[in-house]
């Protein structure tokens, strides 16, 4: 009877340790689909994001995305040259993340912004790396390709 009772509690524990673990991590699952060896693989493939993680860094990335859809950019001019002029997307879904030592990279769905008609957009991948400062997430480099 001992031996039963230490048993459940190790696994318990073992489970609880796993569970911590795994509740740490922005995403929980990635299994690429192997349909390509190419930049898409950060957003193919089948990927499970924790639905209790830290938010913050995607927030001030969507603060920056939709500044960016309306012609606005406040995350320097090293950044927003570039991105006004050939990285403007209409719009953006959340694929992937990648968190390292108070770093992070999110990758995204993106489609083309495209003024001139809007109902013809191209659609292709951006990512955007945050670092955090003062305790607040900024962007430090933004790409898309379409």
């Not at 569970?19 to 499970?48: M, N, Q, W, Y």
């Not at 309306?70 to 995350?75: E, N």
């Not at 002029?85 to 770093?103: A, E, F, M, P, V």
């Amino acid at each position: 009877m001992k031996r039963r009772k230490y048993i459940w509690w190790a696994g318990l524990s073992c489970g609880f340790l796993l569970l911590v673990f795994l509740l740490r991590k922005p995403v929980l699952l990635h299994v690429s689909d192997g349909s390509c060896a190419c930049a898409d693989e950060e957003i193919t493939g089948f990927i499970v994001l924790n639905p209790i993680r830290d938010r913050s860094p995607e927030k001030s990335a969507e603060f920056f995305l939709a500044d960016l859809r309306s012609g606005k950019c406040s995350a320097g001019d090293s950044i927003c040259i570039n991105a006004l002029k050939n990285h403007r997307i209409s719009n953006w879904q959340l694929k992937n993340r990648d968190d390292s030592h108070g770093s992070v990279e999110l990758y995204y769905r993106v489609a083309e912004y495209v003024p001139a008609n809007p109902h013809y957009t191209k659609s292709g991948e951006g990512i955007i790396d945050l670092v955090q400062k003062d305790g607040r997430w900024a962007v430090t480099n933004y790409s898309s390709v379409f």
